[in-house]
C-alpha cells in the first residue's frame, strides 16, 4: 500500500516527497517483514495515518505528536494519546 492514497489532498501534497525517499522505503519494508513475521506492530497498518485521514492539513492549527508504548493489541489506533472506546484508558500515561 502506498501511503499517500489513503491521505486527504492537502496531506498528499506536503508528504508525498517524505514518501518517496529511500529511509521511508526501508522503514514501510522493515515494517511489512516485522508484520509478516508475526510481530506486533502498533498500530495497525490501516490506522498508521489515522489522524491525518480524519482531517485535510488546510483546517489543522495544531499538531500533537505522541509516543506511548501501547501494551496490548487493539490500543493503538493511530492517535496521539488515545484508545479506542471500548478500551478503559491504558496505558497508565493516558
Known amino acids: 500500500m502506498h501511503f499517500a492514497e489513503s491521505l486527504p489532498p ?14 521511508f522505503g526501508k522503514l514501510s519494508h522493515f515494517l511489512t517483514l516485522e508484520d509478516a513475521s508475526g510481530q506486533n506492530v502498533f498500530p495497525p497498518r490501516s490506522l498508521i495515518f489515522s489522524a491525518l485521514q480524519s482531517v485535510d492539513y488546510d483546517q489543522v492549527k495544531v499538531v500533537i505528536l505522541g509516543q506511548d508504548p501501547y501494551h496490548g493489541v487493539g490500543q493503538a489506533i493511530g492517535m496521539s494519546f488515545a484508545v479506542p472506546n471500548e478500551f478503559k484508558p491504558k496505558p497508565p500515561s493516558l
Open 10 to 23: 492537502g496531506w498528499r501534497k506536503i508528504l508525498e516527497p517524505e514518501f518517496n525517499q529511500e529511509y
